[in-house]
């Protein structure tokens, strides 16, 4: 089992930076691929980006590639720092950790667990 709150959202301007944080616990967390997905109200939740198990390799959608970096350390957290926010980064975020890495990793099936999910919101 593994438990999951995300932490760090809140109002940002367009432009500005943010850090959201996911607090894992669980022994075998270090076993696992971990996620952030949002949503948009009234949208569908949408993948953000990953991380392997080891932390070696990442991926991200298009929508974030290059304003966006996960990252994972050994004290069980998962982060998302967010740079260059936009309007349309507005959601809520979350958490989620999976058992595999590779074909799959960006839809929230291939996912076992999720957390809470913690709001962005970007003003203009």
């Known amino acids: 089992q593994v438990q999951l709150v995300e932490s760090g959202g809140g109002l940002v301007q367009a432009g500005g930076s943010l850090r959201v944080s996911c607090a894992a616990s669980?022994?075998?967390?270090?076993?696992?691929?971990m996620g952030w997905f949002r949503q948009a109200p009234g949208k569908e939740r949408e993948f953000v980006a990953a991380i392997s198990w080891s932390g070696g390799s990442t991926y991200y959608a298009d929508s974030v590639k290059g304003r966006f970096t996960i990252s994972r350390d050994n004290a069980k957290m998962v982060y998302l720092q967010m740079n260059s926010l936009k309007p349309e980064d507005t959601a809520v975020y979350y958490c989620?950790?999976?058992?595999?890495w590779g074909y799959g990793t960006n839809s929230a099936t291939n996912y076992d667990y999720w957390g809470q999910g913690t709001q962005v919101t970007v003003s203009s």
């Open positions: 669980g022994r075998t967390f270090s076993t696992y691929t």
């Open positions: 989620a950790a999976g058992s595999r």
